[in-house]
């Protein structure tokens, strides 16, 4: 199990949920309220699944792809440890998962 905790972008907001391994982040943030709408179902063509993942997960994490990167380029916010949630899987190694929500969002389908 991997304890992923949610941080509203103020941080006055913590949300911690249990999620299997192979779990899209995407899937557990939306299923526990979270304000990332992913408007494009995980197509990386909106940019609305931006998170920041914590510094200290961060390097746990597969690379970016090139595409994902490309995205997060037009990321409202977007911080070296930005990540876009609908490309983050959780793993049977991850034990913990930290993201904070960068607070807007820029929704490049509509652009
Ligand atoms: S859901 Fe659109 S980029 Fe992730």
Known sequence: MTLVRFISADGSRIVEVDAKPGERVLE?????????????????ACSTCHVIVAERHAALLPRPSVEEEDMLDFAWGA???SRLACQLYTAAD????????PGAAVNMQSR
Request: aromatic share 0%.
């Open 28 to 44: 557990i943030a939306q299923t526990h309220d979270q304000p990332l709408e992913g408007v494009c179902e995980g197509q990386m």
């Open 79 to 81: 911080s070296r440890h």
């Open 94 to 101: 991850m034990p913990e998962l930290e993201v904070r929500m």
